[in-house]
């Protein structure tokens, strides 16, 4: 099982800090990553980590988003800076083994003003 935390409400150019606690071992996932869906959109990649470390980010939060894994925390970290209000959405944690994902379920974050 996999559990969110650290959504909110921020302002533009603000930052949050996003955390993905596992039930099993965060090392025993082949990657982990995080997705997003805003109001009316379509789920979408936004970061993703492999069990080697491998980091990939969708272009529109690439050079603004980190993702890490924080083994004190049995966690996998989604760092956000400079946030957009287009940043605003639903975000969502997930695990993969093998063919299957598991997902979280879920955590609001909203940019605006």
């Known amino acids: 099982q996999l559990a969110e935390s650290g959504g909110g409400w921020v302002q533009p150019g603000e930052s949050l800090r996003l955390s993905c606690k596992a039930s099993?071992?965060?090392?025993?996932?082949?990657?982990m990553g995080w997705a997003r869906q805003a109001p009316g959109g379509q789920r979408e990649m936004v970061a993703r980590i492999t069990k080697l470390g491998r980091a990939d980010y969708a272009d529109s939060v690439l050079g603004r988003f980190s993702v890490y894994r924080e083994p004190r925390e049995n966690a996998v970290v989604l760092e956000m800076n400079k946030l957009k209000p287009e940043d605003t959405a639903v975000y969502y944690c997930?695990?993969?083994?093998?063919?299957?994902?598991?997902w979280g379920q879920g955590t609001q974050v909203t940019v605006s003003s």
């Open positions: 997930n695990a993969e083994s093998g063919s299957s994902k598991t």
């Open positions: 099993g071992s965060i090392f025993s996932f082949s990657a």
